[in-house]
Antibody
């Protein structure tokens, strides 16, 4: 059974940093591209970042580019999101997602339960 | 960036009703379009991929169609568990973008 378990969320002051992690299990981690998607309170879903299976290709939304860094540790089956220079509008539930297929990207079939990030003084 | 719009933003229907939600892309995205269902307090769920393909395990009352810039999702007979917000998402190009969502109520 595919499982994605996020951790690392919490309360952080504006300008601060936070590192999110996603522990993956139930599948061959190196076969799949992975993503982060967020939902701010009362708002819709927003794609944040994607990383290919061996980290050769990395993409960010304009809203986080230069502040967030996605990475993966394949031997540990872990996806991470290092967030710096956090702003109030980064407050959201952050979801780790796995692509549907080993080929291609963007079809996000598996989602974790999310971890909540609150940026407030 | 490719902009996604949806209509209606919300709707209220009765059990058994046929419900249709529309999604429009700001440019041709071929069939690189997914539909997700998001119930409060749960993780979003992929319903439809590649514009018209039903994801494994999704009830057959869900169907979708479209290509290029115009897409639609239909719930053939609305059930209580279908109360949710529905999002379209393009993956033709980065940045991936979601529509603003369509909230379905009973």
């Amino acid at each position: 059974e595919v499982q994605l378990v996020e951790s690392g969320g919490g309360l952080v002051k504006p300008g601060g940093s936070l590192r999110l992690s996603c522990a993956a299990s139930g599948f061959i981690f190196t076969d799949y591209n992975m993503n982060w998607v967020r939902q701010a309170p009362g708002r819709g879903l927003e794609w944040v970042s994607s990383i290919s299976s061996y980290s050769a290709y990395i993409y960010y939304s304009d809203s986080v580019k230069g502040r967030f860094a996605i990475s993966r540790d394949n031997p540990k089956n872990t996806l991470s999101l290092q967030m710096t220079s956090l702003r109030a509008d980064d407050s959201a539930t952050y979801y780790c997602t796995r692509d549907r297929d080993v080929t291609g990207t963007g079809r996000m079939t598996y989602w974790g339960q999310g971890t909540v990030v609150t940026v407030s003084s | 960036d490719i902009q996604m719009t949806q209509s209606p933003s919300s709707l209220s229907a009765s059990f058994g009703d046929r419900v249709t939600i529309s999604c429009q892309a700001s440019q041709d995205i071929k069939n690189y379009l997914n539909w997700y269902q998001h119930r409060p307090g749960t993780a979003p769920k992929l319903l439809i991929y590649d514009a018209s393909n039903l994801e494994t395990g999704v009830p057959s009352r869900f169907s979708a169609s479209g290509s290029e810039t115009n897409f639609s999702l239909t719930i053939g007979s609305l059930q209580p568990e279908d109360v949710a917000t529905y999002y379209c998402q393009q993956f033709d190009d980065f940045p991936f973008t979601f529509g603003p969502g369509s909230k379905v109520d009973i």
